[in-house]
C-alpha cells in the first residue's frame, strides 16, 4: 500500500448522463481535498456495465480516472473485491448517479485523523443525506456517541448510508454481505453499520457535509422495500446484547 490518504470509488453499471453531475461533484470534492495537501487516488469500479456506461466513461474526459472493470454484479461483492487493490488509508465510495458536496473528502479524512489522534476507531458519515428525483426527502445523520442515538433504533431503521468514508481496515474486518433480494435479505450497509459497531468502531458525522442520493424507480433500495426485505438475523442484535452496541 503506497502513502494515499484516500481512495475514491465511483461504483457503475447502467448509468449514462446522470454520471455527469456525479463526475463533476466527485472531481471537484477531489479537487479541493488535494489542495488541502490529502493524496488522493481515483477509481471507477464498472462493474458489469452495458455497452453505453462503458462508452460513457471512456470517453478522454475521464482519461484522469483509472478504470476497472469488474464482473461481480453485486454492489457489495464490488466494494469487497476492489477494497484490497486500493492504496489509500481510507476509502470512499460513490455511486454513479449520486453526488457530494465539494467539501465532503477533505472534511471526512480530516475528522477520521482527529478521531485517530484520539484513539477511536471512526467511520465518517456526512451531516445530511439529501435525497432527490424519484423521491424526496432530507435525513440529518446522528454520531453515534451523541444521546440522541440509540443502538435500539436499528431495529427498524438503517441509521447509516454506505456511502461512509472509512479507513481500509474496517472494509477489510467487516465486508459485505451477499444480497439475496428474491429471498428477501438486502441492506447490506445496514448489516455493515450493525457490525462495525459491534465491533467499537464510532460513526462520526462530519458537519456541514452533504450526500445527494439519487431515487430512482428501479434502484435497489426500491426493490428492497417492495419485497419487504430485511436484514439478516445478527447475534448482535439479541434483544439482551443489542444495548452492548457502542454509543448505547
Not at 448509468?15 to 488535494?34: F, H, K, Q, Y
Not at 478521531?115 to 477511536?120: D, F, H, S
Not at 464510532?202 to 430512482?216: A, E, M, N, P, S
Not at 435497489?220 to 439482551?240: C, F, G, H, K, Y
Request: aromatic share 8%; net charge negative.
Amino acid at each position: 500500500m503506497s502513502d494515499n490518504d484516500l481512495t475514491l470509488v465511483v461504483t457503475a453499471h447502467d448509468e449514462t448522463l446522470v454520471c455527469g453531475p456525479t463526475m463533476r461533484s466527485a472531481d471537484l470534492a477531489v479537487n479541493e481535498a488535494r489542495a488541502r495537501g490529502y493524496r488522493v487516488e481515483t477509481i471507477v469500479a464498472l462493474d458489469k456495465p452495458t455497452p453505453a456506461t462503458s462508452d460513457y466513461f471512456h470517453q478522454p474526459r475521464f482519461d484522469h480516472w483509472e478504470r476497472r472493470e469488474m464482473h461481480e454484479g453485486d454492489l457489495g461483492r464490488v466494494r469487497n473485491a476492489i477494497v484490497p487493490e486500493t492504496k489509500g488509508r481510507y476509502i470512499a465510495f460513490l455511486d454513479a448517479d449520486d453526488l457530494f458536496s465539494e467539501n465532503w473528502l477533505a472534511e471526512g479524512i480530516a475528522a477520521l485523523d482527529a478521531a485517530a489522534e484520539r484513539g477511536e476507531r471512526a467511520i465518517a458519515h456526512p451531516e445530511l443525506n439529501v435525497v432527490f428525483d424519484g423521491h424526496k426527502a432530507v435525513r440529518q445523520n446522528v454520531d453515534s456517541s451523541s444521546p440522541l442515538f440509540s443502538p435500539h433504533l436499528l431495529y427498524v431503521r438503517n441509521c447509516y448510508d454506505s456511502l461512509c468514508l472509512s479507513p481500509r481496515e474496517a472494509h477489510l474486518a467487516v465486508p459485505y454481505v451477499l444480497r439475496d433480494i428474491p429471498n428477501g435479505l438486502s441492506y447490506q450497509d445496514w448489516q455493515f453499520a450493525i457490525q462495525t459497531l459491534s465491533q467499537g468502531w464510532r460513526h462520526l458525522v462530519v458537519q456541514d457535509t452533504i450526500i445527494f442520493k439519487r431515487r430512482r424507480d428501479f434502484s435497489l433500495v426500491v426493490q428492497s422495500n417492495t419485497r419487504r426485505s430485511i436484514v439478516r438475523s445478527l447475534p448482535e442484535m439479541a434483544i439482551d446484547r443489542v444495548r452492548d452496541l457502542a454509543g448505547s
